[in-house]
Every structure is written in structure tokens, then in C-alpha cells.
């Protein structure tokens, strides 16, 4: 099982970035807690941030043939980009949405998920422990 971990702007930021609403965890943190819990499934996990959304897209485009499942926190654009929601629904591979926060309870233009609908589910306002539950998702 090949996962890749897909975090979108400022994401690398972690720690520094608005602690009270995004966590004191910082970006390292968070690849160490991802490993952890993929080892306990034998998976094999990748981890990129871009602040770019082609380069996003490009990524999930690339996934193909390489890797079984995404994790993908889109960050801001997850409430702008069709061009992800379109390489998510092109590259046909399951993917869940992560967010640290509960976008929900925040701003009314982060209430919105262009992205979600490219993948099976969401998963918000757990901080970094979504990206866990999203690894026992996607390889129970
Ligand atoms: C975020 C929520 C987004 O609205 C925001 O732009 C982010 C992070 C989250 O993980 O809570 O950068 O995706």
C-alpha cells in the first residue's frame, strides 16, 4: 500500500501559522506522526507540500500507477479549485480531505469544498489527528 500525504499552501508552516487555530504541531511533527501510524499498517507513505496549485495538480496526476490512496489537504484551495477537483476525479485513485481545522466554524468562503467532491470523504477539526484516522481509513 502506497499512500501519498498531499499538503497544500503554508501547510509547511505548521507550528508557526496560527497555533490556536492550526495546532502547536509543526510540519515535521506531522510526518512523524503519519509514519508512525502507517508502519502499524506495512504501508509505504510520501510527503509533498506545494504552495503551487499546478504543482498540486501535477502530483495527483503523476499518483497514477504509483500510489494506492492520497491524503490530500488542498488548504486555501480547497475553496477555489476546480483544477484539483478535476485531477482528484481524472486520476480515479481514493483520496480523503484533511483539515486541521473546522472549516465549518470558521469563515463563511472556507465553509465551501470545491475539492471534497473528488474525494470520498472529509475529515476537519481534528488538527493532525485527521490525517491519522485518514490512514486507518483508507488501509482498513
Ligand atoms: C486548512 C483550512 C483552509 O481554509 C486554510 O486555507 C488552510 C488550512 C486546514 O487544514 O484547516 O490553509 O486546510
Known sequence: MKILILNGPNINMLGKREPDIYGRATYADLEEAVRERAKKYGA??????????????????????VYDR??????????????????????????????????????????????AAGCVGQICGLGIQGYLLAIDYLCS
Open 70 to 115: 492520497i491524503v490530500l489537504n488542498p488548504a486555501a484551495f480547497t475553496h477555489t479549485s476546480i483544477a484539483i477537483l478535476d485531477a482528484l476525479t481524472a486520476c480515479g485513485i481514493p483520496a480523503v480531505e484533511v483539515h486541521l481545522s473546522n472549516i465549518h466554524k470558521r469563515e463563511e468562503f472556507r465553509r465551501r469544498s470545491v475539492t
Open 44 to 65: 509505504d507513505v510520501s510527503f509533498v507540500q506545494s504552495n503551487h496549485e499546478g504543482e498540486l495538480v501535477t502530483r495527483i496526476q503523476n499518483a497514477v500507477g
